[in-house]
C-alpha cells in the first residue's frame, strides 16, 4: 500500500525550494521528495576547515581540492565542477539515461539542483521579451519580490534599475575588480552615446551573501568563485531547505528519485528508485515537478506514455566573446577580487533582435591564464602574459530562444531502462545575430574602450548554458504537450511542472531567477485556491 503524503514537491533546486515556499505561504504543509546527492564528507570538512581560517593563511596545498578535475585549455572553460567534485552531475539510482546529439548539457540529482554549482546571476525579465507567455511580469513581480525575501542580492541602483527592477530594498553590493572599475567608468563617459546605440550597463547582479547583518563585508576576495566559496557566501537553495525545515512544516525525504506520477480518481500515484535502487510508491494529494527541465520532461512523457513522441525544448543561445580593453590595468594577476560576473551589458536593438541581447562582463581569474598558456604552447615564454592579462575581458552572452537553436527531446524505451535522446536543431538566425552583434561592437570600440577579438568567438552547442525549458510549454488554452498557467499538462489537475520545463519561451537575461518567480506563484496560487 502507498505511503500517503499531502501536498509534494519533486526536487529541492531552486524551482522547487520556490515552489514550496509559495506553498507554505498559502498554508500548506509540504514534503519534498529529492535524490539529494550531497559533496563527499571530506570536501566538506576540508571546505569547513578552510572557512575557519584566515584567507592569508591558505596555502596552494590547502586549496589543491577545490581545484581537481577543473583545467580550462585551448578549447575553452570547462564544466564548473564544486569544491572539486562532479556530485551536482552525478548519476543515481533511477536516474533517466541522457544520451546527446549536438547537445552539451547536463541535469542534476544534487541537494540544491543546479544552484550548488551555479555562477549565482540574477536578472529579471522584461514584458518585451516574454511577450509570448500567457502571464505577464505583473504576475510575477510577487514571486521575484518574495524570493529575494529569501535570497541574498549583491547589487546596486544604477541604469539597469529603469529596465531591470530591483524588486528589493535589502541588496549589498560586492567591489567590483580594478578592471571592472576602470571599464565602468569609461562607459558612464560614454552613456549619452551608448545609450543611443542599445546599449545600457550596470553592476552584475549576484545571489552572494555580501555582508552581514552590521553591514561588514563578508566576501574575502580570494578569487576562488569559479571553484566554491570556501565561505558558502553564493547562494544556494539548499541553505533555504535547510531554513524551511526547521520551521517543522515541510518534510524532506532524500534518497527518493521520482520516476513517473499518474492520477487516480482520489490522489497521485508517485513511483520512484530510491537509493538502494528498490521501487517505490507514495500517493500524494497534489503534485509539483521541480526536478530541472530534462528530468521533468522525462518524468511528464513517462506518464502520460508519450514514448518516441519527440517535445521541442527551447534554448538560449550560449557564447563566449573575449575582448581587449586598450588601457591595461597592472598586477592583476595578484589583486584580490571575485571571479564572478563583474557587469552586465545589456544590448537593445531591433536591427539585431526584438529582444534584449544580454552580456555578463568577467575580468582576471586564473582559468584565463591557463587556456592562453594552451594556445600559446611552446610561445608561451616569450608571451607578455601579465600585461595582456590586464587587457583581457570576456563576455558571457545570451540570446533569446527565437534566435537561437533548440533541442529535440524524445523518450525511448530501452532493455535497460528509458533514455532521453537529445538532438541539437540548428537555428539560422544564431550565428546572424552574433555576427551582428560582434560588428556593432566593434564600432562602438572607440566608446567601450573594448575591441571584440571576434576570430576567438565561441559558440556553445545547445544547452550548454544551461537556459532551457519549455518542452511543455504553458498556455491558455493548453493542447498536447502543453500546460495551463499553473503547469499541469492537459487532462491533469494536480499534477504541475513548475521549473523552466512551462515556459513558452527563454529570454537572455538570467533564467533561474524567472524560474523562481514562477514557481513561487504557481504554489502559492495552487495552494491558496484549495
Given at each position: 500500500m502507498p505511503n500517503s503524503e499531502t501536498w509534494c514537491v519533486v526536487g529541492s533546486g531552486p524551482a522547487g525550494i520556490a515552489c514550496t515556499l509559495g506553498l507554505v505561504a498559502a498554508g500548506k504543509d509540504v514534503t519534498i521528495f529529492d535524490s539529494g546527492a550531497q559533496l563527499e564528507p571530506a570536501r566538506r570538512e576540508a571546505c569547513v576547515a578552510l572557512a575557519s581560517a584566515p584567507a592569508s593563511n591558505w596555502t596552494p596545498d590547502s586549496l589543491?581540492?577545490?581545484?581537481?578535475?577543473?583545467?580550462?585549455?585551448?578549447?575553452?572553460?570547462?564544466?564548473?565542477?564544486?569544491?572539486?567534485?562532479?556530485?551536482?552531475?552525478r548519476q543515481v539510482p533511477g536516474s533517466t539515461s541522457i544520451?546527446?546529439?549536438?547537445?552539451?548539457?547536463?541535469?542534476?540529482?544534487?541537494?540544491?539542483?543546479?544552484?550548488?554549482?551555479?555562477?549565482?546571476?540574477?536578472?529579471?525579465?522584461?514584458?518585451?521579451?516574454?511577450?509570448?507567455?500567457?502571464?505577464?511580469?505583473?504576475?510575477?513581480e510577487p514571486g521575484y519580490r518574495a524570493v529575494l525575501q529569501f535570497m541574498p542580492l549583491s547589487a546596486r541602483h544604477d541604469d539597469l534599475t529603469a529596465f531591470f527592477p530591483l524588486y528589493s530594498d535589502r541588496s549589498a553590493p560586492l567591489p567590483m575588480s580594478r578592471q571592472a572599475t576602470a571599464l565602468l567608468a569609461t562607459l558612464e563617459r560614454r552613456r549619452a552615446r551608448l545609450n543611443a546605440h542599445g546599449v545600457y550597463f550596470?553592476?552584475?547582479?549576484?545571489?552572494?551573501?555580501?555582508?552581514?547583518?552590521?553591514?561588514?563585508?563578508?566576501?574575502?576576495?580570494?578569487?576562488l568563485c569559479m571553484f566554491g566559496c570556501p565561505h558558502n557566501l553564493i547562494y544556494s537553495s539548499d541553505q533555504t531547505l535547510a531554513t524551511l525545515l526547521a520551521t517543522n512544516r515541510v518534510r524532506y525525504k532524500p534518497g527518493v528519485t521520482v520516476q513517473s506520477v499518474h492520477e487516480t480518481r482520489t490522489d497521485v500515484l508517485i513511483r520512484a528508485v530510491d537509493s538502494?535502487?528498490?521501487?517505490?510508491?507514495?500517493?500524494?494529494?497534489?503534485?509539483?515537478?521541480?526536478?530541472?527541465?530534462?528530468?521533468?520532461?522525462?518524468?511528464?512523457?513517462?506518464?502520460?506514455?508519450?514514448?518516441?513522441?519527440p517535445v521541442q525544448m527551447r534554448d538560449?543561445?550560449?557564447?563566449?566573446?573575449?575582448?581587449?580593453?586598450?588601457?591595461?590595468?597592472?598586477?592583476?594577476?595578484r589583486e584580490p577580487l571575485h571571479t564572478l560576473a563583474q557587469l552586465f551589458i545589456e544590448v537593445f536593438d531591433r536591427t539585431i533582435s526584438p529582444y534584449t541581447i544580454h552580456l555578463q562582463t568577467?575580468?582576471?581569474?586564473?582559468?584565463?591564464?591557463?587556456?592562453?598558456?594552451?594556445?600559446?604552447?611552446?610561445?608561451?615564454?616569450?608571451?607578455?602574459?601579465?600585461?595582456?592579462?590586464?587587457?583581457?575581458?570576456?563576455f558571457q552572452g545570451y540570446l533569446h530562444s527565437s534566435h537561437s537553436a533548440s533541442i529535440s527531446a524524445t523518450l525511448q524505451r530501452g532493455q535497460s531502462g528509458d533514455t532521453l535522446h537529445l538532438l541539437g536543431v540548428p537555428n539560422p538566425d544564431t550565428s546572424?545575430?552574433?555576427?551582428?552583434?560582434?560588428?556593432?561592437?566593434?564600432?562602438?570600440a572607440r566608446s567601450t574602450g573594448v575591441v571584440p577579438l571576434t576570430p576567438l568567438l565561441q559558440m556553445g552547442k545547445p544547452g550548454r548554458g544551461f537556459h532551457s525549458g519549455g518542452s511543455f510549454p504553458m498556455s491558455v488554452s493548453p493542447g498536447a504537450q502543453e500546460t495551463d498557467t499553473l503547469g499541469r499538462p492537459r487532462g491533469l489537475t494536480r499534477v504541475h511542472a513548475v521549473d523552466s520545463t512551462v515556459l513558452p519561451s527563454i529570454p537572455a537575461t538570467t533564467i533561474t531567477f524567472t524560474v523562481m518567480a514562477n514557481a513561487y506563484r504557481i504554489g502559492h496560487v495552487s495552494g491558496s485556491s484549495q
Open positions: 589543491a581540492f577545490l581545484k581537481e578535475g577543473v583545467t580550462s585549455s585551448s578549447a575553452g572553460i570547462p564544466l564548473k565542477l564544486a569544491y572539486g567534485s562532479d556530485f551536482p552531475y544520451a546527446s546529439d549536438g547537445v552539451d548539457t547536463k541535469p542534476s540529482y544534487a541537494r540544491g539542483g543546479l544552484s550548488s554549482v551555479w555562477g549565482s546571476a540574477v536578472l529579471p525579465h522584461r514584458q518585451e521579451d516574454i511577450a509570448d507567455w500567457p502571464i505577464s511580469i505583473k504576475d510575477l550596470g553592476s552584475s547582479r549576484l545571489a552572494v551573501n555580501a555582508s552581514d547583518s552590521n553591514a561588514r563585508p563578508l566576501c574575502v576576495q580570494c578569487g538502494d535502487g528498490r521501487p517505490v510508491e507514495l500517493s500524494a494529494s497534489h503534485v509539483f515537478l521541480a526536478a530541472g527541465t530534462m528530468n521533468t520532461t522525462a518524468i511528464l512523457l513517462r506518464s502520460l506514455e508519450q514514448y518516441d513522441m538560449s543561445q550560449y557564447f563566449l566573446l573575449p575582448l581587449l580593453r586598450l588601457p591595461g590595468t597592472a598586477h592583476v594577476v568577467y575580468t582576471y581569474n586564473e582559468l584565463f591564464r591557463d587556456a592562453i598558456l594552451a594556445k600559446l604552447g611552446p610561445l608561451k615564454d616569450l608571451f607578455p602574459m601579465e600585461a595582456f592579462l590586464g587587457r583581457l575581458l570576456l546572424r545575430c552574433v555576427a551582428k552583434l560582434s560588428r556593432k561592437l566593434m564600432k562602438l
